[in-house]
């Protein structure tokens, strides 16, 4: 049982860059799956989930309007679609699972990130 982020590189501020969530060993369908970043020197922060509705979103404040969340369950993967992204954007991103099962926790933060995640730099 496998989450494995991809997906991270270095892109100039206002760029964009798009994260994948691929699962393995079981079926995201049926999960909440979300994103979390740390950057050096910081605390953890939750991003975004999304539920096994896709009516079931949630973002962080931070990246409200600029980060879209989506899943394709035919591919058993989540996406993290990153716009106008900005330097304190920088961090490595981490697969999460939700505490609630199939629904996104009421507290963002209480996301429970997955492996080794994906650096992303935001630099020009």
């Known amino acids: 049982v496998q989450l494995q982020a991809s997906g991270g590189g270095l892109v100039q501020p206002g760029g964009s860059l798009r994260l994948s969530c691929a699962g393995s060993?079981?079926?995201?369908?049926?999960?909440?799956i979300g994103w979390t970043r740390q950057a050096p020197g910081k605390e953890r922060e939750a991003v975004s989930c999304?539920?096994?509705?896709?009516?079931?979103?949630v973002y962080a404040d931070s990246v409200k309007g600029r980060f879209t969340i989506s899943r394709d369950d035919a591919k058993n993967t989540v996406y993290l679609q990153m716009n106008d992204m900005q330097v304190e954007d920088t961090a490595v991103y981490y697969c999460?699972?939700?505490?609630?099962?199939?629904?996104?926790?009421?507290?963002?933060?209480?996301?429970?990130?997955w492996g080794q995640g994906t650096q992303v730099t935001v630099s020009s």
């Open positions: 999460a699972t939700s505490p609630e099962g199939s629904w996104c926790p009421k507290a963002l933060n209480d996301l429970n990130p």
């Open positions: 060993g079981f079926s995201l369908e049926y999960y909440a």
């Open positions: 999304i539920g096994s509705s896709v009516l079931n979103k």
